[in-house]
């Protein structure tokens, strides 16, 4: 079975600075998509980047870009310029890429970013 | 595209009660998934459907809990007998079915058994 890790249970960040939040996961499968999601308080759940393990290129969008590496099985998430509206819960997810399996996503438990001014 | 809406958003019961919620997906999205998400916890997988059919389900989901999509469109999860245990919040995402699928959330019921 696939296991995500989210080792920082809470991180904080000033304002226009960057902050890098770590993942790792656990699987044996060559073919798999990894994302991370946002949660502010109250609100849904919102996909903020994907990655597909067969790109090797980083994915990129807007101020969040990823670190992914493959064979040490980390996926870490960039903000840079941070802005007070990051603050929220972040999710590290692995879906495989089997398609004869459900599509079930596998979540950490998540990192809680702090923005102060 | 409205997104995905979930009712009711609260949900107060007393222990041994029954309580139903419903999903209602992204327009052209034909699956679903129901998420269980408890506090300081990642979601966890309940179960999921493509159309109508339900196609896997967690050993999360005991037999006091069932799910149904009728006809493709809206789903429902009823629980029978609550228990104090399953207070959380229940989060439905839909995706079309491509193999480069998202899921998108919807705000979530959170549930309080007493």
């Known amino acids: 079975a696939q296991t995500v890790t989210q080792s920082q249970p809470e991180m904080s960040v000033q304002e226009a600075e960057t902050v890098t939040l770590s993942c790792t996961y656990d699987t044996s499968e060559s073919d798999y998509y990894l994302f991370w999601y946002k949660q502010p308080p109250s609100r849904q759940m919102i996909l903020v980047i994907r990655q597909e393990a067969y790109k090797q290129q980083n994915a990129t969008e807007n101020r969040f870009s990823v670190n992914f590496q493959k064979a040490a099985k980390s996926f870490s998430l960039k903000i840079s310029d941070s802005q007070l509206g990051d603050a929220a819960m972040y999710f590290c997810a692995y879906r495989s890429g089997n398609t004869g399996t459900a599509s079930k996503l596998t979540f950490g438990t998540g990192t809680r970013l702090q923005v102060t001014l | 595209d409205t997104g995905v809406s979930q009712d009711p958003r609260h949900k107060i019961t007393k222990r041994g009660q029954n309580v139903t919620f419903r999903c209602d997906p992204i327009s052209e999205h034909n699956r679903l998934y129901w998420y269980r998400q408890t506090l300081g916890q990642g979601p966890e997988f309940l179960t999921y459907f493509q159309n109508e059919a339900q196609l896997e389900k967690s050993r999360l989901l005991s037999d006091r809990f069932s799910a149904e999509r009728p006809k493709g469109s809206f789903s429902t999860l009823e629980i029978q007998r609550t228990e104090q245990g399953d207070s959380a919040m229940y989060l439905c995402?839909?995706?079309?079915?491509?193999?480069?699928?998202?899921?998108?959330f919807g705000p979530g019921t959170r549930l309080l058994v007493l």
């Open positions: 995402a839909s995706s079309l079915n491509q193999i480069q699928e998202t899921q998108y």
